[in-house]
């Protein structure tokens, strides 16, 4: 006896009590189609969850200035959001983060300031276990006295001008010197003024004083400054402190490329005064890290903040009163037209989603 397959069936039951039969194979196209709408978030998760060109998380250098503070937190929002990364910043000073990007310690460096570390960037660089990948802006460094200092002492024009003048900057630890505030310790920029301090023959006449760490130097500043005392110190721009003081920078002698190389460096055997010169500001990984996360490279390659942002968004910050991932969420949200540009649409549109 033969038997004919037949084909599965099914009973639904229709409105007024009547039978239908149905093929089985309507019903299970039925159900995987509700079983694939029952995916298609967990398939949308995944695609709103990229994964990490990396299998650990991303060692930003967290220098204590206040640029950098914020530019790193922007960056790390967005490796999360678009790239799916975990991140962590690891506190350090200018030189010994330079060193240790060198050891492969550290993946990025956000912020590298060229004139303040010249030297030691060729050196780094030589090796081969670094690269510059992107240009943060140009910044600037100078020395500065008040706007009230220089009412109180028109005579005072330039640098070179600070002997005759000891007595009014008198240091409190050494009353027979005056007090020049420097570059905090362990800084790049401690060389160049350390070097430019001796160079103007102010060793007789002004101590230099070296506060312990950046936000020292900014106390002590911001202190003398809304006591009116007279002060004459070292500092760097876009800063909140600059944005929010009058100021006024002392002449340089024109600036000289050969001598302010040596001014770079800690060994320089004949320092001699020259202005600073506009200080690119880049961003420097490991050449490791391009290798491995070539997509992450790319996007920190287009990091780029125009320099009346960057003023802008040191004067919300210090006007406010803000931690550096609350000032980075406030550019994020509020300068979209600049760092859209920085990625690819579909991974901008994931950043945007998050905020």
Known sequence: MSIQAAPLIQQTKLQGGSKRRRPLGHALAGMLAVAAAALAPVQAQAAENPQCELDRPMRFAGMNWE???????????????????DSEVMPVETLPALAALTRGDLDINTEVWLNSVAEPWAKAEA???????????????????????AERLPE???????PKFK?????PEEPSKGRFYGCPAGWGCEVVSGNLHKALGLED??????PGTGATQKAALTAAYQRKEN????????????????????????????????????????????????????????TRFTQEAPQLTEFLSKVS????????????????????????????KNHQEIWTEWLPEAKAQRVMASL
């Not at 007595?167 to 240091?171: I, L, M, V």
């Not at 006007?319 to 980075?328: F, H, K, M, S, W």
Request: hydrophobic residues 40%; glycine residues 4%.
């Open 67 to 85: 640029s950098n503070l914020v530019l790193v937190e922007v960056e790390r929002y967005i490796v999360k959001h678009a790239y799916g990364c």
């Open 205 to 210: 006449t002004f101590t230099y004083f070296s």
């Open 156 to 162: 005072l024009k330039a640098a070179a001008d600070l």
């Open 127 to 149: 090796t081969g276990n670094v690269k510059r990948i992107g240009d943060l802006y140009m910044g600037g460094e100078a020395w500065f006295i008040p706007r009230y200092t």
């Open 305 to 332: 903040v125009p320099l009346p942002v960057m003023n802008k968004i040191m004067a919300h910050m210090d006007e406010n009163e803000l931690e550096p991932d609350e000032v980075a969420l406030w550019f994020l």
């Open 231 to 286: 002060i004459v110190f070292y500092y760097w721009f876009p800063t909140p402190l600059v944005g929010s003081m009058d100021l006024v920078q002392l002449e340089l002698p024109e600036y000289d490329k050969e001598l302010h190389a040596c001014l770079t460096n800690v060994n320089c055997a004949d320092p001699k005064p020259t202005a600073y010169p506009e200080n690119p500001v880049f961003t420097a990984v490991t």
């Open 167 to 171: 007595d009014e900057f008198k240091d």
